[in-house]
């Protein structure tokens, strides 16, 4: 039994620490610029 109230216990503190992230979080919007580009490939060589 106590090691059943350990366990419990051990898992409402994470939940807790996971809301306080979630909710903690800086949110915001995303960045307008950049991202993916092109790639540029060499050419390809004879033999390769």
Do not use: C, N, Y
Not at 3 to 12: E, G, K, M, V, Y
Not at 15 to 35: E, T
């Amino acid at each position: 039994m106590r090691l059943l109230r350990r366990i419990l216990a051990a898992l409402a503190m994470a939940g807790i620490a996971a809301v306080g992230i979630r909710l903690g979080g800086s949110g915001g919007v995303p960045p307008q610029h950049g991202g993916w580009r092109p790639l540029e490939l060499p050419p390809k060589q004879p033999g390769a």
